[in-house]
């Protein structure tokens, strides 16, 4: 799970400061004021830790790719080239990492908690290149080990503190650059006797960024007929097009969940029907072959009880919406993190608020006995959402801990971003002006005009 986050020099952030996330991280904003390139630039990081060429720093995409950013120059603030990109990610591991001094098997380095900070710079041709990155190994918030790879000019520096690198003996050739913008090469690596855990905080790196998740605004339109031969999709697609593929799979599988600590567990299909209906969308659904032994399915909506089953293309649209980022939510592996655009788009004001529940549930979720540890990072313009968390901080529900807040405004210097401190009453302490609207100044607004076209009707001899 992602603990922080700060990016400076991308896109509209000159500084976005050090960002807390938690299990359920929301983010409200303007359009267009920033907020959804925080989601696109961590897509590029995992495109870039799939991509094979570990000489290219940063992926940054095509018409094949998770996310397409342009040219280095698009991605940097204010298109200065000049300036350094530079980020910083910070996360819970998912087991406690050791690492141990090969020359001092007595000597060891433990954490719960890994940070990688990289800079990258155009290169002559203004291409992205790695000039720097650290990582440091935290254990319960104090660092125990850290490690500085940098590249200036062609000056190439490792160094590892408070452990000591030692030279093997006959390799004292040249370090090789930063790979990518995490990786040590491995040339590099074996150019020392007891360098080789740091191979292990670029896996974790890796093992992190595979388990991100994306599901944009734009969800997929429905379809009479779904087409599914037994495949397993990593997840639904960053238009939501795989998640029927996904529900079967999971159902195929076995999988079962509860909402929550000794709940009653329930199969993966029935699951997301009972969130559903809990939503208020539909009151039962299905999934059925056309015939047996044939791919071809079939999504049946019950609205309400009584009603015939119809297919899911002949009901309001929002359900088509909706079913993916719940999909996603629950169907992700243990251990991810997901980022979701919008997910309340085209839904009721109920449904938005009861979607809140669902989004508590996927970070409270069980799994084969276990928690899932599902992180969610929501962009909202929903009221009704948020009221809904604030009160369920007011009920015990969730704790302000495992919720983190943000508002995004675009200022003349770029975009900026204010933390909501929320207290254990599910109040907002710095409740932004204008956050949803200036609601007093339009009923004054309405009250003044009415005030007015009373007053001009009574001088007209109208009522």
């Not at 090969?102 to 908690?113: C, I, M, N, P, V």
């Not at 032994?293 to 359900?319: C, M, N, Q, S």
């Not at 938005?352 to 996927?362: E, H, V, Y």
């Not at 009250?447 to 007015?452: D, G, I, K, L, S």
Request: aromatic share 10%; proline share 6%.
């Amino acid at each position: 799970m992602l603990t922080h986050l700060q990016v400076q020099g991308f896109k509209a952030w000159r500084d976005t400061g050090p960002m807390r996330l938690a299990p359920l991280t929301v983010i409200f904003g303007a359009n267009s004021s920033g907020k959804s390139s925080l989601g696109h630039l961590l897509l590029a990081l995992k495109q870039t830790a799939l991509l094979a060429d570990r000489k290219r720093a940063l992926h940054l995409g095509n018409e094949n790719s998770l996310i397409d950013l342009g040219t280095f120059a698009d991605c940097i603030y204010r298109h200065e080239i000049g300036r350094p990109l530079t980020f910083l990610l910070r996360w819970q591991l998912p087991r406690p990492l050791t690492v141990r001094d090969a020359l001092d098997w007595q000597r060891s380095f433990s954490g719960d908690e890994l940070q990688l900070a990289s800079t990258l710079t155009a290169d002559k041709a203004g291409q992205p290149q790695t000039t720097a990155f650290t990582y440091r190994l935290f254990d319960k918030g104090e660092e125990r080990l850290r490690a500085e790879h940098t590249r200036t000019g062609s000056a190439v520096t490792l160094q590892c503190i408070p452990l000591d690198l030692v030279h093997a003996p006959g390799r004292k050739w040249p370090l090789e650059p930063p790979e990518k913008f995490y990786r040590f090469a491995d040339r590099t690596l074996s150019r020392y006797q007891n360098a080789d855990f740091l191979a292990e905080f670029a896996l974790e790196t890796e093992r992190l960024l595979q388990h991100v998740f994306y599901l944009g605004p734009l969800r997929s339109h429905p379809k009479r007929v779904y087409q599914w031969s037994g495949d397993t999709p990593p997840d639904v697609g960053p238009q939501g097009e795989y998640a029927i593929a996904a529900l079967l799979a999971a159902t195929e599988d076995g999988r079962k969940l509860n909402r929550g600590r000794r709940q009653k567990l329930h199969g993966f299909s029935a699951f997301i029907a009972a969130w559903l209906k809990d939503l208020g969308v539909i009151n039962k659904v299905s999934i059925k072959p056309l015939a047996k032994g044939r791919k071809e399915y079939e999504v049946l909506i019950r609205t309400h009880p009584g009603a015939p089953e119809v297919k899911l293309t002949d009901v309001g649209f929002g359900i088509s919406q909706v079913l993916p980022a719940l999909v996603q939510a629950f169907y992700a592996p243990c251990d991810s993190v997901i980022w979701m655009e919008q997910p309340e788009i085209h839904l009721h004001p109920m449904v938005q608020a009861n979607l809140a529940d669902a989004f508590i549930s996927a970070i409270q979720a069980y799994e084969g006995g276990k928690p899932r540890h599902v992180q969610l990072i929501i962009e909202s313009h929903s009221e009704h959402f948020l009221t809904r968390l604030q009160r369920r901080v007011a009920e015990g529900v969730i704790s302000p801990a495992d919720l983190a807040i943000y508002f995004v405004n675009r200022r003349s210097n770029g975009a900026e971003i204010e933390p909501l401190h929320l207290n254990y009453y599910g109040e907002i302490d710095n409740w932004p002006e204008n956050f949803f609207g200036d609601e007093m100044a339009d009923i004054a607004a309405r009250t003044m005009a009415a005030m007015q076209r009373r007053a001009a009707q009574r001088q007209g001899g109208g009522e």
